[in-house]
């Protein structure tokens, strides 16, 4: 009888080790610390959480938006790069495009060296003569990115005011999700298009949207589509 229980005894403590091993390595790695693990941990916990916050931002803007196609656009006025005021009310009576940008987003730099932006603003002049293009940074949670807007236009010899949206209000009332997203404004103040500037996400654009806005208003037809899913990075608001 002695013999049988610490027989048993021994294999107790030999299962309860062996468990312990297998424990220990699902923990770390062989050859990594415990901190390392949880730092590996933190780092991917927060790289998700960093891309659910964008979401949620994007969703947030959406969700808050008071410019709806077919209606008034909202008026406006937010402090250009040199600390002047420009307002939406400023170009009353002229078609209007809203490009909101970001010079740390790699989509919106393509877009203007592929010569994208400028092609679009040509191709509405070409229609409206007076129209006013107008670039908006909302991208207010990294400093560096507002104080690289004048810059940014400047050294692509884009010529246009750039407002910047530090509080987020007018990106989150047109429900701006992302760098570059686009708003067209009619000669009566009607918002007759919101999205893409055009259909190329990868590079290989066929349509330009906001170029097709303006054809359509000048032959007096509706535009189509009016509305677009805008592609780029999302708008980086403040939080």
Known sequence: MKNFLTLALACTLTAGFTTSLLADDKAAPAGQSEKQTDKQGEKQNGEKGGKRRERGAEKAAAAKSGAKVGEAAPNFTLKTTDGKEWSLSDA???VVVL????PECPVCVRVMEQGVVAD????????????????????AARQSSLDATAEYLKSHKIDIPALLDSDGKV??????????????????????????????????????????????????????????????????YKR
């Open 120 to 139: 679009t603003m040509k191709g509405v002049k070409e229609q409206f003569p007076d129209a006013v293009y107008v670039a908006i940074n909302s991208s």
């Open 99 to 102: 490009e909101w940008i970001n």
């Open 171 to 236: 990106g989150t009332e047109y429900g701006a999700r992302t760098t570059p997203h686009c708003f067209v404004i009619d000669a009566n103040g009607v918002l007759v298009y919101a999205g893409a500037i055009d259909d190329g996400a990868n590079g290989d654009a066929k349509t330009n949207y906001v170029v097709n806005a303006a054809k359509q208003m000048k032959a007096g037809e509706k535009v189509s589509p009016s509305e677009t899913k805008s592609y780029g990075c999302s708008v980086k």
């Open 92 to 94: 009353k009576g002229k």
